[in-house]
């Protein structure tokens, strides 16, 4: 067989053929590559060849015997024919039932020897003596041959119409032996050296067709762990699997790494600051950084002093206090006589982040403006702002992604930050990132994804955390109702007012539909003036016109407004200390990571903060688990691992990962550790080697990897 098994057809393995070929296409098996790499979801024991006599009733249990009878039986209601097969060892008889496969007696001749395996079953006629439906069957032969479908750990494969499991196991027995000494393994020898994982072709041997005598119990602390081999097997865990799962990750991040180490070797802006302008901030606020805030700071400083383009994430729970880092870090850029902007997701959270810095900024004397689609329509205005920005006159802009779409151009833009960088794609960055010649990049986001998945969702990006909340805040308190408990949380609202504090009430739609009976935010918003005739209550949702928006935001921000209704359009960003109790009405329509933000609207203050889940039924599981977790934890950390737990890594991501080879046998979140560990290994290896020239295997399959999905190696 031809070396490039990644080019080499199945078709032409022995028993596939054009017909099967399809087949195997549906299950995404075009090559003999992709045939070693189809692992089994699961595997079953057939190994332990147990006497008849001592069977046990509903255990998967194999035994050999001689076959006595083979008959086709005409049962007696309906034209169902039943194919029953009697073996015996000398300690007892086994019977084999085939439904409506009479065909079936053709392959068993009287006095051969059999093996069978299945779950045994009680006869129920005879009261004793076993059976087994649709048993697993293998004749012993003389010539040696290995038993495929008994007398093992046999894989058991995900297949599709017209393709058995058992053809497909043999394809697949057949497809191993062939081929196994054509792999060649790619992963450097001393990188498996170091962390004991075996070779390629053992491996892919091992995770189909496990030999579990010869298999290491587990690659750490067997005195603990009580499992059977096959259990290891089962969960994923066996060496053998977590070195296939280590290649798929070792080409992930070293395709990571080789984006990076790209970026870093690029010429870009050496910010000489000196700090005045950060100082002077200082002064001017109320607050001293946390010790999280300034560590975060100095490695964004040490970044934007290097000759190089920053690419850093700046990872944060909600109120954090990213906010005053990005300007810190924008004032650094506009002191070097560079241009900086902040772009974020909504035009509310535009807004809001002009307004709390316009006045710092402008007392500064510097110029700041803001840009969203629809804020300054006037035209002239808009022009003027067009003018300011690519004059250089305007130092700070603050916008969403109509800076992209509106093609503004810039003096010279040495620094973009953006904000909640969840909400935006790669794509989104780069472009941003093109306004300017090698600025400086630092995205910012409050979506806490557990750190393994940072690492491979940014993995082309520096990293930094705030892991600390500004002194004095205290963790909101959360608890969940239901629709007859709604008067205690009216009751708790109009205290809370009382004393001075604003509410926000959240609903999952605008205006009612037909279709759904999801309460509204407009009939809440009735039904609560109604309750409340004394108190200012004032409605926002994103179909409003932007000054609206802007209008009654302000208004809540200063106080003006007692209960601020509302869809998910505060869920990112808004900062309103004085804001207190946050009642989500229809908690059980919101996904994990969205109820965290939204929750995070509130405690931004001193004083003690409430959340209110109302829950209406029909609650699901999952939403009862989600809700649960929201009641019993505050760290977002915690929630995003929770959550990716209930979601899946596809789901949670969502369209997010475009651009990102899909992983197929390994999991980020069971295989963390081997994530980090494959991670080193590819940083370290593109530190010395960035086109792998020394290793050209290596980098073909790193290329065909990602290819389709990023160019890496580029000319030169
Ligand atoms: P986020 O990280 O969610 O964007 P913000 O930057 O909006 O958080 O900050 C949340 C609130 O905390 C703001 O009101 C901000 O002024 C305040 N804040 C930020 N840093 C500190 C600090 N070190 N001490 C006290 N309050 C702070
Ligand atoms: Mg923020």
């Known amino acids: 067989?031809?070396?490039?098994?990644?080019?080499?057809?199945?078709?032409?393995?022995?028993?596939?053929?054009?017909?099967?070929?399809?087949?195997?296409?549906?299950?995404?098996?075009?090559?003999?590559?992709?045939?070693?790499?189809?692992?089994?979801?699961?595997?079953?024991?057939?190994?332990?060849?147990?006497?008849?006599?001592?069977?046990?009733?509903?255990?998967?249990?194999?035994?050999?015997?001689?076959?006595?009878?083979?008959?086709?039986?005409?049962?007696?209601?309906?034209?169902?024919?039943?194919?029953?097969?009697?073996?015996?060892?000398?300690?007892?008889?086994?019977?084999?039932?085939?439904?409506?496969?009479?065909?079936?007696?053709?392959?068993?001749?009287?006095?051969?020897?059999?093996?069978?395996?299945?779950?045994?079953?009680?006869?129920?006629?005879?009261?004793?003596?076993?059976?087994?439906?649709?048993?697993e069957y293998e004749f012993p032969t003389d010539d040696?041959?290995?038993?495929?479908?008994?007398?093992?750990?046999?894989?058991?494969?995900?297949?599709?119409?017209?393709?058995?499991?058992?053809?497909?196991?043999?394809?697949?027995?057949?497809?191993l032996n062939t081929c196994i000494g054509d792999i060649s393994d790619p992963v450097p020898e001393e990188i498996l050296e170091r962390h004991k994982l075996p070779g390629l072709n053992e491996s892919i041997m091992n995770s189909h067709f496990p030999d579990i005598e010869s298999c290491p119990k587990s690659s750490s602390g067997s005195s603990i762990s009580r499992e059977t081999g096959i259990d290891i097997f089962n969960r994923r865990a066996s060496i053998y699997q977590k070195r296939l799962s280590f290649n798929e990750l070792f080409m992930f991040e070293l395709g990571l790494s080789v984006l990076k180490k790209g970026k870093d070797i690029e010429r870009g802006i050496a910010f000489n600051s000196d700090g005045v302008l950060v100082g002077r901030l200082h002064d001017m606020l109320p607050f001293r950084l946390t010790g999280a805030q300034q560590r975060v700071f100095e490695d964004i400083l040490h970044d934007m002093k290097r000759p190089h383009p920053m690419n850093r994430l700046l990872q944060g729970d909600v109120g954090c206090g990213k906010t005053i880092i990005a300007i810190m870090a924008m004032l650094v850029a506009v002191e070097c006589g560079y241009q900086s902007v902040l772009m974020v997701p909504t035009?509310?959270?535009?807004?809001?982040?002009?307004?709390?810095?316009?006045?710092?900024?402008?007392?500064?004397?510097?110029?700041?403006?803001?840009?969203?689609?629809?804020?300054?329509?006037?035209?002239?205005?808009?022009?003027?702002?067009?003018?300011?920005?690519?004059?250089?006159?305007?130092?700070?802009?603050?916008?969403?992604?109509?800076?992209?779409?509106?093609?503004?151009?810039?003096?010279?833009?040495?620094?973009?930050?953006?904000?909640?960088?969840?909400?935006?794609?790669?794509?989104?960055?780069?472009?941003?990132?093109?306004?300017?010649?090698?600025?400086?990049?630092?995205?910012?986001?409050?979506?806490?994804?557990?750190?393994?998945?940072?690492?491979?969702?940014?993995?082309?990006l520096d990293y930094s955390v705030i892991d600390e909340l500004p002194p004095e805040r205290r963790p909101v308190i959360t608890s969940l109702f239901n629709e007859r408990q709604k008067d205690y949380i009216y009751k708790a609202i109009s205290d809370e007012i009382k004393k001075g504090r604003q509410v926000y009430i959240v609903y999952p739609i605008i205006e009612e539909t037909e279709k759904s009976n999801l309460k509204s935010a407009i009939i809440g918003k009735e039904a609560l003036e109604k309750m409340f005739p004394g108190l200012k209550i004032s409605l926002i949702h994103g179909k409003m016109r932007p000054q609206d928006k802007e209008g009654i935001m302000a208004t809540f921000k200063s106080g003006g407004i007692d209960i601020l209704v509302s869809t998910t359009v505060i869920e990112v960003g808004v900062d309103v200390p004085n804001a207190s109790m946050m009642l989500i009405v229809h908690a059980e329509r919101f996904g994990l990571a969205q109820l965290h933000q939204l929750r995070g609207r509130v405690g931004r203050g001193i004083s003690q903060s409430y959340c209110f889940l109302l829950a209406y039924e029909p609650v699901g599981e999952d939403a009862r688990r989600r809700l649960g977790i929201m009641v019993k934890s505050h760290d977002g950390f915690r929630i995003a691992e929770e959550d990716l737990a209930i979601r899946g890594p596809g789901e949670f991501f969502g369209t997010r990962q475009a651009g990102m080879p899909d992983l197929k046998i390994a999991d980020i979140i069971r295989d963390a550790r081997l994530l980090e560990i494959a991670r080193r290994e590819a940083f370290d290896l593109i530190d010395k080697d960035a086109g792998l020239k020394a290793l050209p295997g290596l980098k073909r399959i790193v290329e065909q990897f990602w290819k389709g999905k990023i160019e890496l190696f580029k000319t030169g």
């Open 144 to 175: 040696g041959d290995a038993f495929i479908h008994t007398a093992r750990i046999v894989p058991v494969y995900r297949t599709t119409a017209g393709l058995s499991v058992r053809q497909l196991r043999t394809i697949m027995f057949n497809l």
């Open 347 to 460: 035009e509310i959270l535009a807004e809001q982040h002009y307004i709390n810095i316009h006045k710092i900024i402008e007392d500064m004397g510097l110029n700041i403006c803001l840009l969203t689609g629809s804020s300054n329509t006037l035209r002239v205005t808009r022009d003027a702002l067009r003018r300011g920005i690519a004059s250089g006159e305007i130092n700070i802009v603050i916008g969403t992604h109509a800076l992209i779409q509106e093609g503004i151009e810039f003096k010279n833009l040495g620094l973009v930050i953006i904000d909640e960088q969840h909400r935006f794609g790669v794509m989104q960055r780069s472009l941003m990132r093109k306004k300017g010649v090698n600025p400086d990049v630092l995205v910012m986001t409050a979506t806490p994804i557990p750190r393994t998945l940072s690492m491979t969702l940014y993995g082309d």
């Open 1 to 135: 067989m031809g070396k490039n098994l990644s080019e080499f057809p199945i078709q032409y393995i022995k028993g596939v053929g054009p017909h099967r070929a399809k087949l195997l296409n549906n299950l995404g098996i075009t090559t003999v590559e992709d045939a070693l790499y189809y692992l089994p979801y699961r595997y079953e024991d057939r190994k332990n060849i147990k006497k008849i006599s001592s069977l046990g009733y509903g255990q998967l249990e194999t035994v050999i015997g001689k076959v006595i009878s083979a008959e086709v039986i005409k049962l007696r209601k309906g034209s169902l024919k039943l194919f029953e097969l009697t073996v015996s060892d000398g300690s007892g008889l086994l019977k084999g039932k085939w439904f409506n496969q009479p065909f079936m007696k053709k392959n068993f001749k009287i006095g051969q020897e059999v093996i069978l395996s299945g779950i045994v079953k009680r006869n129920p006629y005879l009261g004793a003596g076993f059976e087994v439906d649709n048993p």
